[in-house]
């Protein structure tokens, strides 16, 4: 089992930053593949950002490529999501999600583990 705990949300103007943090609870999180998923009012949770377990392969949706960054400190067991020139459409609800896998999935079905999600509001 791994417990995941989202945090780093808030409100902030266009353009702004932010960065999301998701700490495990288990010794061994190194091992898990990690990504970030975001769900708006009135639509369904949709994929932002992944990690690979090695840490050497990372994936982005297209809407989000060049603006935002994921990383991990296993030593601190907690992913990052640094969020820049946020837009008004990257608001949602963001949740961090991990499974034992050496390759992320892409869809939000095939994770076994979620964090409780941390809002994102970006005003124009």
């Known amino acids: 089992q791994v417990r995941l705990v989202d945090s780093g949300g808030g409100l902030v103007q266009a353009g702004g930053s932010l960065r999301l943090s998701c700490a495990a609870s288990?010794?061994?999180?190194?091992?898990?593949?990690v990504a970030w998923f975001r769900q708006a009012p009135g639509k369904e949770r949709e994929f932002v950002s992944a990690?690979?377990?090695?840490?050497?392969?990372?994936f982005y949706a297209d809407s989000v490529k060049g603006r935002f960054t994921i990383s991990r400190d296993n030593a601190e067991n907690t992913v990052y999501l640094q969020m820049n020139s946020l837009k008004p459409e990257d608001t949602a609800v963001y949740y961090c999600?991990?499974?034992?896998?050496?390759?992320?999935?892409?869809?939000?079905?095939?994770?076994?583990?979620w964090g409780q999600g941390t809002q994102v509001t970006v005003s124009s």
């Open positions: 999600a991990a499974d034992f896998v050496k390759v992320p999935p892409l869809v939000a079905t095939s994770y076994d583990y």
């Open positions: 288990r010794r061994t999180f190194s091992t898990f593949s």
């Open positions: 990690l690979a377990w090695s840490s050497r392969n990372t």
